[in-house]
Antibody, heavy 120, light 110 residues
Framework: QVQLVQSVTEVKKPGTSMKLSCKAS????????IQWVRQAPGQGLEWMGT????????NRAPRFQGRVTMTRDTSTGTVYLELSSLRSEDTAVYYC?????????????WGQGTLVTVSS | QSLLTQPPSASATPGHTVTISCSGSSSNIGVNTVNWYQQLPGAAPRLLIT???KRSSGVPDRFSGSKSGLSASLAISGLQSEDEADYYCALWDDNVDGYVFGSGTTVTVL
């Protein structure tokens, strides 16, 4: 069965960086883009960016340009999200999700989420 | 400020119908297809509706989506207690060149 398993909870200090992982299984890894979405406490969903797992191309939301890096390892079926210059407003649950083929058809499988707390 | 406007809350009694609206613009709903997600408390979102009105695998036919002009709607008929959740519309925005989520609607079963 399709699964996206994310890394565990992290606590980071302001100004540092984080690198989260999302390991996919149960399907052909390179056939589906992976999206990153975050949710601050008590807030709505916010799209961060997407990675083409086949060629590594990425598309980041404008507000994260320069701070977000997305990479993938096709040998392990894992996608990574790096966010630099962390601030308290980056405290959130970070989700990876698989995108259905067809560009705008939605995200059909989601990871369990990684809680990141940014605090001094 | 989300590019997609949803009412913050909606409610109805069990067995009745609740409808959630999603208002957008010519750069998103006007030209792209709408998806709807359900998020139960403490859980990851779940894809309910794709391509405006197609139910995702395993989604009961009590859930239906529609789109007209610059707005979309999600209707939940035969409301049940387990439908209490947050609901989000979402789609691609050509101006932003990215995916956008609505502000979210909390559905309460009275």
């Amino acid at each position: 069965q399709v699964q996206l398993v994310q890394s565990v909870t992290e606590v980071k200090k302001p100004g540092t960086s984080m690198k989260l992982s999302c390991k996919a299984s149960g399907y052909s890894f390179i056939d589906f883009f992976i999206q990153w979405v975050r949710q601050a406490p008590g807030q709505g969903l916010e799209w961060m960016g997407t990675i083409n797992t086949n060629n590594g191309d990425t598309n980041r939301a404008p507000r994260f340009q320069g701070r977000v890096t997305m990479t993938r390892d096709t040998s392990t079926g894992t996608v990574y999200l790096e966010l630099s210059s962390l601030r308290s407003e980056d405290t959130a649950v970070y989700y990876c999700a698989r995108e259905l083929p067809g560009a705008t058809s939605g995200f059909d499988y989601w990871g369990q989420g990684t809680l990141v707390t940014v605090s001094s | 400020q989300s590019l997609l406007t949803q009412p913050p809350s909606a409610s109805a009694t069990p067995g009745h119908t609740v409808t959630i609206s999603c208002s957008g613009s010519s750069s998103n709903i006007g030209v792209n297809t709408v998806n709807w997600y359900q998020q139960l408390p403490g859980a990851a979102p779940r894809l309910l509706i794709t391509n405006n009105n197609k139910r995702s695998s395993g989604v009961p036919d009590r859930f239906s989506g529609s789109k007209s002009g610059l707005s979309a709607s999600l209707a939940i008929s035969g409301l049940q207690s387990e439908d209490e959740a947050d609901y989000y519309c979402a789609l691609w925005d050509d101006n932003v060149d990215g995916y956008v989520f609505g502000s979210g609607t909390t559905v309460t079963v009275l």
